[in-house]
């Protein structure tokens, strides 16, 4: 009879621990997407989470396996202003910078002129400018502490985004994928951003958003703390007095594989989630994809030409592409209630 009891009773703690589970999935699952139009993408996203979060599905993943991966520019922060932001960091650092202008060594000076006759005068950027760019930003901001380059940042974010009435670079994210972080957040999902723009540049834009710097992996150079000279770190020790110093020696490039090569050294996980918006995602959405959980990876489009600067027969290409490559597309144009949010309209570019 004393036996029947425990096992009644530990049946019943059972299902009450099943009970509490399954309340705190529908409970999770209540997060609203307020600024997303009925759609394809949302759904897939919703379908998915709500499967892999139900402790009683055959596709359950831990919480601590539920790994989203996320790149920065175009994917949930505007690039098209009328380049990306790390782009015009360079350009304004070397060619107006009235406490550089005139420092910058002659590769840094071609850079920053490629991207203004990009930018002002639609000439084409050169083959593999990616490189080229990262090379020179490197270079440009050599001997900044974090923290000064950090200040830098974010003090160029609080300047009206050209080509926006009513938003500065710093405020430029899309609203309806912050919805998505939350939604992730909320189901027991933990977020990455991979970009290929520098980590630091990263974390000064994301603070906002209150993503924490060590969820931010991005192109890196070399640091040195500030009585370190040459002699290298293994047989230097620092003092409590010394800042860290940016150098101009870079690291890598976050793109492509890279990505994927990052993501495993300093997450350790294959991410079950990607979301990108252009090649330089592929590898990070195809890596998503081989994982041994089930798993999702999305592209957005930028085909929307009346609240964004969009190129969107380029974009309508692309959409068939990645359906092709088996990632979801999420369509600026179709799925967006609002980009920016209410008050930020498109205009012509300055210059």
Not at 76 to 97: A, H, I, K, M, T
Not at 145 to 150: H, I, S
Not at 234 to 247: A, L, P, W
């Amino acid at each position: 009879m004393f036996a029947a009891i425990l096992i009644f009773s530990g049946m019943s703690v059972v299902t009450s621990c099943n009970k509490d589970e399954e309340s705190k999935v529908v409970k999770q699952q209540q997060v609203q997407f307020t600024l997303w139009n009925n759609c394809e993408a949302l759904t897939a996203l919703q379908d998915y989470v709500k499967d892999v979060t139900n402790p009683n599905s055959p596709n359950f993943i831990k919480e601590e396996d539920r790994i989203a991966t996320f790149d920065m520019d175009g994917t949930f922060v505007g690039e098209l202003y009328p380049s990306y932001f790390e782009y015009n960091l360079l350009e304004y650092r070397v060619l107006d910078d009235a406490s550089y202008k005139g420092k910058a060594p002659d590769d840094v000076k071609e850079a920053a002129q490629d991207i203004r006759d990009f930018v002002r005068n639609g000439k084409k950027l050169p083959d593999h400018f990616d490189m080229k760019h990262a090379y020179a930003a490197a270079k440009a901001y050599e001997g900044m502490t974090l923290k000064e380059f950090d200040n830098y940042v974010k003090a160029y974010a609080a300047k009206s985004a050209n080509g926006f009435r009513g938003m500065t670079y710093g405020q430029s994210f899309f609203k309806p994928m912050l919805e998505v972080f939350d939604y992730l957040k909320a189901n027991g999902f933990t977020y990455y951003v991979v970009s290929g723009s520098d980590r630091f540049i990263c974390r000064a834009l994301v603070e906002a958003i209150g993503i924490p710097a060590n969820r931010v992996i991005g192109m890196d150079v070399k640091l040195r703390s500030g009585g370190q000279g040459l002699e290298a770190g293994v047989n230097y020790t620092m003092s409590k007095s010394e800042d860290i110093i940016r150098t101009s020696e870079l690291i890598i490039k976050n793109l492509k594989t890279n990505k994927v090569l990052q993501i495993s050294q300093e997450i350790g996980k294959v991410p079950v989630l990607s979301f990108g918006n252009s090649g330089g995602d592929c590898a990070m959405h195809n890596y998503a994809l081989s994982s041994p959980h089930k798993s999702a990876a999305f592209m957005l489009i930028a085909d929307d030409d009346t609240r964004d600067h969009a190129n969107r027969e380029k974009a309508l290409t692309l959409e068939q592409q990645w359906r092709d490559s088996g990632y979801f597309v999420i369509s600026m144009k179709n799925d967006f209630k609002t980009i920016y949010g209410d008050g930020v309209e498109k205009t012509d570019f300055t210059f």
